[in-house]
C-alpha cells in the first residue's frame, strides 16, 4: 500500500498543479499533539556501482559439473574464486568497500505531529508546518514545513515524523531577549493541504502550492526511502 502511495505522489515530480485546487469549507485534520526537539540522524550513503567483471566460463560452470555441485558440503570452496576474474572482483570488491563512503550522523531537529482524520475519505498526502511565532512580535513567524505520504482512514489518528535540519530561528527580537521570565517562542502546527484517495484536495486559502514549487521539486528529486516525510 505504502509503494502505491509513493508511486502516485512521485509518479510527476516535476508537476505543479497549474489550477486551483478544491477548496472546501474546514479542513478535515485535527492537530492533537505536537512537539519537537533536537535529534541526530544517520544518512545511509549509496552504494557504489558493481563494475566486477563477469566471470569466465570454465569447465566447472558447465551443466553437469555446475549441478553436481549442489551436493557439495556447505563450505565448499567455489571453482570460480580460483580463476583470474575471480580473483580480479574480490579485489574489486574490496576497492569499492574502500572507497565507499561512511554513514554519517547529522544533528537536526525531529518534528512530531499527532492528527486525526475527521473526514469520510481516505488522506494519502500531506502538506504541513511547524510555526515558531516570536512572543515579544507576533509577526516574526518561522516555518518548517514538510511534505508526507500518509495512509489515514476515515476517523482514524496517525502520528507523522519529520527531520529537519533547521529548529527555531536564531534571530530573535529585543523585547524578547529582554523577557528570561517566559518563553522565546510560541509553537503551533499548521495543516496547509490535504490530498485525498479519490483525488480531491483541501488547500488553505492563504497557503499558496507555486511558492514551494522549487523546494517541492528538490524534496522529491530522489528515490523515496523508509521515510514518511521530507521537509520542503
Do not use: H
Amino acid at each position: 500500500m505504502k509503494a502505491l502511495l509513493i508511486l502516485s505522489l512521485f509518479l510527476l515530480p516535476g508537476f505543479l498543479p497549474q489550477s486551483p485546487p478544491v477548496q472546501q469549507q474546514n479542513a478535515s485534520m485535527t492537530v492533537l499533539t505536537f512537539k519537537y526537539q533536537k535529534s541526530r540522524q544517520v544518512i545511509e550513503s549509496e552504494a557504489p556501482a558493481d563494475n566486477t567483471p563477469a566471470r569466465a566460463m570454465i569447465p566447472e560452470n558447465k551443466n553437469y559439473p555446475r549441478n553436481a555441485r549442489i551436493n557439495l558440503p556447505a563450505g565448499a570452496r567455489d571453482p570460480n574464486e580460483d580463476t583470474i576474474d575471480g580473483r580480479s572482483a574480490a579485489i574489486e570488491k574490496i576497492v569499492q568497500e574502500a572507497r565507499r563512503p561512511q554513514n554519517k550522523p547529522i544533528d537536526g531537529f525531529s518534528f512530531q505531529v499527532k492528527v486525526q482524520n475527521t473526514s469520510t475519505k481516505v488522506v494519502e498526502i500531506l502538506f504541513w508546518e511547524y510555526q515558531f511565532i516570536d512572543s515579544a512580535n507576533p509577526t516574526n513567524v518561522t516555518r518548517r514545513q514538510f511534505l508526507c505520504g500518509v495512509n489515514i482512514k476515515a476517523d482514524k489518528a496517525k502520528e507523522v515524523q519529520a527531520f529537519g535540519l533547521s529548529g527555531p530561528s536564531d534571530v530573535v527580537s529585543v523585547g524578547t531577549l529582554a523577557n528570561k521570565s517566559g518563553s522565546a517562542f510560541q509553537e503551533k502546527v499548521v495543516i496547509n493541504r490535504v490530498e485525498y484517495a479519490d483525488g480531491t484536495i483541501w488547500q488553505r486559502k492563504d497557503w499558496n502550492f507555486a511558492e514551494i514549487g522549487l523546494s517541492y521539486r528538490r524534496a522529491v528529486a530522489t528515490p523515496w526511502g523508509a521515510e514518511m516525510c521530507r521537509r520542503l
